[in-house]
């Protein structure tokens, strides 16, 4: 399998944080999503955001940023699905997705989620922590877009549904902490803290 793309999932409203774009906060010298793309960036062969409204707010991230295809927030899968469809167009056969709100996840994220797609059926894999699955944490193959856009358009929405449909691997890692998500003022404290 060779290297995947990487797609940072930006799509949700941000209700809890009181909307707007919560990748956007400081964290330490940086933002919560700049600590995000510099953990991703160098797992992947190049990167893009998922993201919906007016993509110049992030200009300044250099990233192409690719809007939900599912209209009405359709959840994550909807941010999967516009990063399959942006890597099939650049000849990537997979991608891998991470949580714009989860500054701290694993440095070997993708190396580990490609050990757990090696004998699934489609290269697939979701991430797990003791705390249960990360399902913003994945390696999707390109080859499921097309499925995974009727499931959307049927109405689907939860990721664990449609990966228990297709066989997903799981790469488990042994800290909840990795995975820790600034949804609202008091996580951010946290984060900032954590760090």
Known sequence: MKQPLGVILAGGQATRMGGGD???????????LGHVMARLEPQVAG????????????????????PDSVSGFAGPLSGVLAGLDWAAEEGADHIVTAAADTPFFPCDL?????????????????AASPGGRQPTFGLWPTALRDDLRAALLGGLRKVVLWTSQHD??????????????????DDLASARAML
């Open 47 to 66: 990167l893009a955001l998922n993201a919906n409204g007016d993509a110049t707010r992030f200009a300044s991230l250099g990233l192409p940023v690719l």
């Open 110 to 126: 993708v190396p580990q989620l490609m050990l757990a797609a090696e004998g699934t059926a489609h290269g697939l894999a979701l």
């Open 22 to 32: 919560k990748g956007l906060l400081p964290l330490g010298d940086s933002t919560i």
């Open 168 to 185: 997903a691997g799981t790469a488990a890692f042994p800290d909840d902490a990795a995975f820790f998500n600034v949804n609202t003022p």
